[in-house]
């Protein structure tokens, strides 16, 4: 788990969530990029498609568009401004092969 982003409280209800085909568990007030920084290598939080470079969220407010991932199929959303639900399916978006 990587320190990045830490929760203040100590108990924080717990929830399952679907990274890249493996179940793993979130926090409650967890937005899918917190999570994701929390979770993996901030390097492999997604990279370009065009030149294979490792982008991570910058401005964790929507305006940078760093933080881009699929969530529930649909490609290209902002993992910074939308929370972790119960079931979600987040996809990293980084070139196969």
Do not use: W
């Not at 108990?11 to 679907?18: A, G, K, L, N, Y």
């Not at 493996?22 to 979770?39: G, H, K």
């Not at 969220?57 to 290209?76: A, H, R, S, T, W």
């Amino acid at each position: 788990m990587h320190p990045l982003f830490r929760s203040l409280r100590d108990e924080v209800p717990s929830i399952p969530v679907d990274l890249d085909g493996e179940p793993m568990i979130a926090r409650e007030q967890d937005t899918v990029a917190s999570f994701l920084l929390r979770t993996v290598d901030p390097d492999r939080y997604r990279q370009s498609v065009v030149s294979a470079q490792s982008h991570a969220p910058l401005c964790m407010m929507g305006v940078c568009f760093e933080c881009l991932v699929e969530i529930d199929g649909q490609k290209n959303q902002q993992g910074c401004l939308v929370r972790v639900r119960s079931g979600m399916r987040i996809k990293r978006q980084i070139p196969e092969g």
